[in-house]
């Protein structure tokens, strides 16, 4: 007879696999690194902002599943190589303690390729939310452009705009990802 023990045991490894997860997604310039007319896609001027690494690791140390949600035309203007753009990332990876769950981004530009990853769109957002399980009601969006908000408003997650852009859409506004990420924490 299996007992009342092993049978809560399971009930609880089946919620921990197939629970709903909190999650951050965050866009990358201007929130991560610090933005850039012609694009941050070398060592040299791929600046991790102040404060953002400890910001990162206090959101994983909350219990958010960290996603990045980036758009990188530059790929499909032919200025930059994916290889070039995954150094920074692996680069980044390696500053925070390899604590982000994943990177997506868009390569593509209207001008060259339509696609619906690129924000405005929301299939990255999408994806992510799918893929990690996130839960909306305790879930956010960092950015700051408001093609950043636009799809994570349509999912229905909470926002935050950031770097002194307010377009009246976020649901919240902060001065960057340590504010925000004490405006996150402070909700718990
Ligand atoms: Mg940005």
Known sequence: MV???????????????YGMNKCVFLD???????????YAYDLEHFIIIDGV??????????????????????????????????????YLQQACGNIIDHIYYSPC???????????PDSLMLEKGIARFQADIDSSWLIGDK?????????MGLKTIQVDGHDDGIATHVAAD????TSLILAGQ
């Not at 007992?3 to 696999?17: D, P």
């Open 53 to 90: 690494i400890e910001s990162l690791k206090a959101l994983k140390n909350a219990g958010y599943r960290l996603i990045v949600v980036t758009n990188q035309s530059g790929i499909a203007k032919g200025i930059y190589t994916r290889e070039q753009m995954r150094a920074c990332h692996d």
């Open 177 to 180: 990802l340590k504010a925000a």
């Open 109 to 119: 530009h209207p001008s060259i390729s339509e696609s619906l990853t690129r924000k």
């Open 28 to 38: 990358r310039d201007g929130v991560i690194n610090k933005d850039r007319v012609n």
């Open 146 to 154: 408001g093609r950043d908000i636009v799809p994570a408003r349509k």
């Open 3 to 17: 007992s009342y023990l092993v049978i809560a045991q399971l009930y609880f490894y089946v919620i921990e696999c």
